[in-house]
Nanobody, 123 residues
Framework: QVQLVESGGGLVQAGGSLRLSCVAP????????MGWFRQVPGLEREFVAA????????RYADSVKGRFTISRDGAQNTVYLQMNSLKPEDTAVYYC????????????????WGQGTQVTVSS
């Protein structure tokens, strides 16, 4: 069982910043695209950002473009999500994801999930 371990969630005021981290096993990190999804209770899990295995291709949801940045650190087997200018509507549980497809266009594309980390943005 592949384990993705997230950290970095918390409570922040609107306009603030947080950085999420996700550590993956080395083989997983080197052979999969890595990304982030989020979910609000009662709603479907939605795509946030993804970066290809090579790190060359990056994709963002329209709702976070210009505010969030995804990055990969091969030496640390870690993917980050830097979240700036946070809004109350960004409040959700954020999940790290690994997929053979960098687009992560559908949930069924995801091979492995992290356990989730709560992000709460107060107004």
């Amino acid at each position: 069982q592949v384990q993705l371990v997230e950290s970095g969630g918390g409570l922040v005021q609107a306009g603030g910043s947080l950085r999420l981290s996700c550590v993956a096993p080395g083989r997983t990190f080197s052979t999969y695209a890595m990304g982030w999804f989020r979910q609000v209770p009662g709603l479907e899990r939605e795509f946030v950002a993804a970066k290809s295995r090579s790190g060359v291709i990056t994709r963002y949801a329209d709702s976070v473009k210009g505010r969030f940045t995804i990055s990969r650190d091969g030496a640390q087997n870690t993917v980050y999500l830097q979240m700036n200018s946070l809004k109350p509507e960004d409040t959700a549980v954020y999940y790290c994801a690994a997929s053979k497809s960098y687009t992560m266009a559908v949930i069924s594309d995801i091979a492995y999930w992290g356990q989730g980390t709560q992000v709460t943005v107060s107004s």
